[in-house]
């Protein structure tokens, strides 16, 4: 366990680390969490966590996303556990499930029909799924640093010259079909697809590419993707886990004005709830519906899922969040490099208010995984350690995500522990 510095302690923590590495491989839960594998915490409200040991953090990575109302919010809360007084799952549907299903639509604008599961790893398969069912062909492209869940078929490592498998049990056949290019490169993808576009079953994308780096995609860029998807027949899956509800209500459809035949949601929708959604066209999804294509679950649409989903809608709709997250994230982003400057550090920010990316490099935008990989991003996840040390719940890689529980406090606070830890004598991350 690393010390601390500005923390009282760490012994709890300490005693459960050694009994769940015991229990649980490597001690996690995740293989994500190996990353923070000797944090333990006991409670989370609003914007702030406290650890086993009593030590309070601003959290900023959020549960990796899901908590875009704040940790634990009391309508989400209330609404689940009222509905689940009745029954938990019945293995059938219900009047909540029909009204999120209803709900969904009408918020996200776009999409005629809905299905809901568990994780985003796993609407993203049935997605593949249904648009090959649809088309006939086999493969689909996708993109360097885009990440669409653990599974065999989209788990992939591009350190190397080429594409391949990212864990071990992996091989090279489970990745024939997925074409993986440089994102953010119409030119690239348009070559690509007069190449191979009559093989080409879907083209699937983070729409704004937000587990590397937090970077939005070029002008006219997915304006050209739906023209190449439309001309040559490819169903265009926007996988909207992590974008879904925190850009705007209809996600980054609607931020960026291109509407897909399929997305992916989790996360945000539901408040910190475990449940995600396939949207898309209902000649799509109808396929789901006469059983051809089949994706099934004991737990999808569960009355829990349905009343966190409404409930999250029913505050982004009545309440909405966004302008006062654009004020505290925009004035994190602007903070963050001026703070760096005072001690001659390149900190540099890319991304929106409600998910940046903070790293040491040149100031110059990136716009895609190449870029970011030139970036000292070794060096952030050393000073991002050393900010959990000062009470800033922050991911090693590099992502700030900002919900509708930060307020001025929150950010008056996050500013003086920042300033705190740039002004350690002797720092780790220099
Ligand atoms: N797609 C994206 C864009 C994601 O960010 C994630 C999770 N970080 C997933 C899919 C997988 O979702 P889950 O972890 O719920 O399986």
């Not at 609607?254 to 035949?261: I, L, Y």
Request: glycine share 12%; aromatic share 8%; hydrophobic share 45%.
């Amino acid at each position: 366990m690393r010390p601390t510095t500005r923390h009282r302690g760490n012994q709890r923590a300490a005693e459960l680390r050694a009994r769940a590495l015991r229990r649980l491989p490597g001690g996690v839960g995740s293989n994500v969490r190996l990353a923070s594998a000797t944090a333990f915490f006991a409670r989370g409200e609003g914007a702030r966590l406290w650890d086993v040991d009593g030590n309070e953090y601003i959290d900023y990575l959020l549960g990796q996303g899901p908590n875009f109302l704040g940790h634990a919010p009391p309508p989400v809360m209330a609404a689940v556990a009222d509905a689940c007084r009745n029954g938990i799952v019945y293995g059938a549907q219900h009047p909540l499930e029909v009204e999120a299903a209803e709900r969904l639509c009408e918020v996200l604008r776009w999409p005629d029909m809905v299905r809901f599961g568990l994780s985003g790893t796993e609407m993203v398969q049935a997605a593949l799924r249904l648009a090959r069912a649809v088309t006939g062909r086999r493969k689909f492209i996708s993109f360097e640093g885009h990440y669409h869940g653990w599974l065999d078929n989209v788990l992939v490592a591009v350190d190397g010259a080429t594409p391949g498998p990212a864990s071990a049990g992996q091989w090279p056949e489970h990745l024939a079909d997925t074409v993986v290019l440089p994102w953010n490169d119409a030119d690239l993808l348009a070559d690509r697809i007069a190449e191979q576009g009559e093989e080409i079953a879907a083209v699937i994308m983070e729409p704004m590419m937000c587990n590397a780096g937090a970077i939005e995609p070029r002008d006219g860029f997915l304006p050209q993707v739906r023209r190449l998807c439309d001309a040559h027949g490819i169903v265009l899956i926007f996988d909207e886990v992590i974008t879904g509800f925190r850009l705007a209500p209809g996600g980054a459809a609607e931020r960026f004005g291109v509407v897909p035949d399929l997305a992916t949601y989790g996360k945000a929708m539901a408040g910190g709830w475990p449940v995600s959604a396939l949207a898309g066209r209902g000649d799509l999804m109808e396929r789901f519906g006469s059983g051809a294509v089949n994706h099934s679950g004991t737990f999808n649409g569960s009355v829990m899922a349905a009343a966190a989903t409404l409930a999250t809608l029913d505050l982004l709709t009545s309440r909405p969040p966004y302008a006062a997250i654009a004020d505290v994230g925009g004035a994190l982003m602007a903070a963050l490099p001026e703070l760096g400057r005072d001690h001659d550090l390149p900190l540099r920010v890319q991304g929106v208010p409600a998910a940046f990316h903070v790293s040491f490099g040149p100031p110059d935008a990136v716009h895609d995984y190449r870029g970011l990989a030139r970036l000292d991003g070794e060096r952030y996840a050393r000073l991002a350690e050393a900010l959990q040390d000062h009470g800033v719940w922050v991911a090693p890689r590099g992502i700030w995500y900002v919900s509708a529980a930060h307020g001025d406090g929150e950010l008056a606070q996050t500013l003086q522990r920042v300033a705190a830890t740039l002004h350690e004598a002797d720092p780790s991350w220099a």
